[in-house]
């Protein structure tokens, strides 16, 4: 009997085990399923599902974020021990607007964690405020231009607009309705200074938030600012006008006032220059002027702000002109002057002026009664590059410049020798020049190179072959030097026996 009682206690720690393990078999981890969301708003949403605690003591909480690492729980709620499927929700709270969102149902028991599929929605935007070009801007006025979208809320919206981003003035309150698409607004603004830029934002709001448009920036307008410059290209009738024009910022057009006093009397055709806030250039040309006379001119400018004029400015029309017979001269011949007067007069007083090369001003060279027409004329002997002109009362021609080619000759002396002389306005001594002699193909080949001497001579002993050889003595532009054009002598025969 004594060992009896021992083996009754054994069995009966064993039959408790078995059961203990039983229990513990028969445990199952909870079912989550992630259900729709039911409500979703700018800033939150109500998320469901069910959960089955499969007998056994289970909790429930939901899992959201932007991503799929969620990062936000909701509180931690009792499912109960039943065997059925229990519903079950959460609202979350705080969140962004228009903004995607991650959500899944997690359960717990004692058998483990289980965690419904991923589910995915999106708030809705609190308000939209989108800020566009502002229109009908003048000197101290503007319309501010937007739209809003209240997105199914009561909206109100204004302007916040100033110098700079800190803005500092806002338009008056209005209401935008509570719709769910976007309309247009604007607002007037008054009193702003002209020529200045400002900022500007559209600020809508409702119970669901606050949207600020992008910043937008305009330009006042202000008066164009004309500047008057110099006349070019001024002739005996025409002369070329020119300036700047600064349109401020509104469609400017420009013309140029002028006439013989600062009354004017007559205007070129007017001309846009655009509605830039930057200067640009102008220019016109007037022809048909009475030659040998000072005309006043000045440009205008003209936009919705105003018509400004600017400053006076003066040419004088030339009246007399100047032509040469040809371009250069060998040295020690002459050329012919010519020109006329404009008004056609005869017996009007002409005065010719010359500038060599070299020379730093114009010197007189004669002065010549005009003939029949107005004409006159005048014989120069340039000695090197030489600028002429012709004064008339107060007018000056333009210039004409006759080029001078160094006198070259070339003669035979005895015993196959020939004589090179280069002569012009100065000494070409150490000066190289080249004997040619036409080939067969009618090409000039050089037979001889050598330097003048202080006389400006070379005396040269070429190589000829038998027979007839045409020969020429040549000094190049680059050997002649400044003032002077390249020389060529006359070309002569020699034969050879």
Do not use: C
Not at 226 to 252: D, E, I, K, R
Not at 351 to 378: E, N
């Amino acid at each position: 009997m004594k060992l009896g009682r021992p083996l009754a206690t054994g069995f009966l720690v064993l039959a408790v085990f078995a059961i203990a393990a039983a229990s513990a078999a028969a445990a199952t981890k909870p079912t989550a399923i992630t259900g729709p969301v039911t409500a979703t708003s700018s800033t939150g949403a109500t998320v469901s599902g069910t959960v089955n605690p499969n007998g056994t003591a289970t909790t429930w909480h939901f899992e959201y974020g932007k991503t799929t690492s969620y990062g936000t729980s909701t509180t931690t709620t009792n499912a109960g021990s039943g065997t059925a499927d229990v519903p079950v929700s959460a609202p979350l709270t705080g969140l962004t607007p228009n903004t995607t969102y991650h959500y899944r149902l997690v359960a717990d028991n004692s058998a483990g964690t289980s965690r419904g599929t991923d589910g995915v929605f999106t708030t809705s935007s609190a308000v939209e405020a989108v800020t566009t070009d502002a229109t009908n801007v003048t000197l101290t006025s503007a319309t501010l231009n937007g739209s809003v979208n209240p997105f199914g809320h009561a909206t109100t919206w204004y302007f916040e607009y100033g110098t700079s981003t800190s803005y500092g003035t806002k338009t008056a309150l209005q209401s935008a309705g509570s719709g769910t698409t976007s309309s247009d607004v604007s607002a007037n603004v008054t009193g702003l200074k002209a020529g200045r830029t400002y900022h500007y934002r559209l600020v809508a709001m409702n119970t669901a938030g606050t949207a600020n448009g992008s910043d937008i920036t305009f330009l006042t307008a202000a008066v164009p600012v004309p500047v008057t410059l110099t006349a070019s290209s001024v002739g005996a009738t025409s002369a070329t006008l020119n300036g700047t024009v600064n349109p401020s910022g509104l469609a400017t057009s420009w013309y140029f006032e002028y006439g013989t006093t600062t009354g004017y009397g007559s205007t070129t055709s007017s001309k846009n220059a655009g509605s830039g806030t930057s200067s640009v250039a102008v220019q016109t040309t007037l022809t048909n002027l009475s030659a040998g006379t000072t005309y006043h001119y000045r440009l205008v400018a003209k936009s919705a702000a105003g018509t400004v004029h600017g400053s006076d400015q003066t040419f004088a029309t030339t009246g007399v002109t100047i032509t040469a017979s040809k371009p250069a001269v060998v040295y020690g011949q002459t050329v012919a002057l010519s020109g006329a007067v404009s008004t056609g007069a005869a017996g009007e007083s002409v005065t010719v002026y010359a500038k060599p090369l070299g020379l730093a001003s114009f010197a007189s060279r004669a002065t010549l009664l005009t003939t029949a027409g107005g004409a006159w004329s005048y014989i120069a002997k340039p000695p090197i590059l030489t600028q002429y002109e012709v004064v008339w009362k107060s007018a000056t021609s333009a210039q004409v410049s006759v080029g001078v080619h160094p006198l070259v000759t070339l003669r035979a002396l005895l015993r196959a020798r020939f004589a090179v002389h280069v002569a012009a306005g100065r000494s070409f001594a150490g000066r190289s020049v080249r004997l040619q002699r036409l080939s067969a193909l009618g090409q000039w080949v050089s037979v001889g190179l050598a330097p003048l001497n202080a006389s400006s001579s070379v005396v040269f002993r070429p190589k000829l072959p038998r027979g007839v050889s045409r020969l020429r003595a040549v000094i190049s532009v680059n050997q002649a030097g400044a003032g002077y054009l390249g020389g060529t002598s006359a070309t002569i025969s020699y034969r050879k026996r």
